[in-house]
């Protein structure tokens, strides 16, 4: 059975990373220093060739899109962006760690907590659904072997949680800017258990 490609990868740092700073729906585009990073692993590593990215149309995403596939057609998936962090948003942890909903956030245990006027981790799971079908019948339509995400913390270890196998928990998927995973699809498996294999991360060092 035909498999399908996908790798994905979290943007480049921006002013509120380097901060700190919880940022969702702000749209922040990438520092001097967190463009040059990304130039700088696009010269050291192997990076996958793939026929199409599809990316959160946050700026901070379609800019590392421009750096690392910058010859491959883009095509932006507004279920990719960033958690809803409500009342959170802009703030660092420093400015909400004596909020008593804050350190429930925090905890977790239940997917249906979030941030006060924000989203659940249960509601990025549906639509982190919903973008991934997508992107797989996009694939299957125009016979695509390998294309590429561009998103961002949350979605990447929500959505390889979610539905990835083998099953790891959300808070060890860690990625560093403009590295990711790569994860196989097959259209039996998504069809029959909405899941995906997790092959491991990307890209490969050229040393």
């Not at 703030?91 to 909400?96: G, N, T």
């Not at 390998?146 to 390889?160: D, E, K, P, W």
């Amino acid at each position: 059975m035909k498999g399908y490609h996908l790798s994905v990868f979290r943007h480049g740092r921006t002013k509120a990373n380097e901060e700190g700073i919880y940022i969702g729906s702000t749209d922040l585009p990438l520092t001097g220093a967190g463009s040059a990073e990304l130039a700088g692993k696009a010269d050291c590593y192997q990076y996958p060739r793939v026929q199409r990215v599809y990316s959160s149309p946050l700026t901070r995403c379609t800019e590392t899109a421009e750096i690392l596939f910058p010859d491959v057609p883009l095509y932006l998936a507004e279920d990719l962006r960033e958690l809803n962090f409500g009342i959170f948003e802009g703030k660092s942890a420093m400015e909400l760690v004596g909020r008593e909903d804050y350190r429930t956030w925090l905890k977790g245990g239940s997917p249906e907590v979030r941030p006060p006027e924000g989203e659940s981790a249960e509601e990025l799971c549906i639509r982190t659904y919903r973008a991934l079908k997508r992107i797989l019948l996009d694939m299957m339509e125009n016979d695509f072997a390998h294309c590429a995400v561009i998103t961002h913390a949350g979605v990447i270890s929500n959505m390889l949680a979610c539905f990835g196998l083998p099953k790891i928990p959300a808070k060890e998927l860690r990625c560093e800017p403009g590295e990711g995973f790569e994860l196989l699809f097959t259209a039996q498996m998504w069809q029959q258990a909405q899941a995906f294999e997790i092959l491991g991360m990307t890209p490969y060092s050229l040393g």
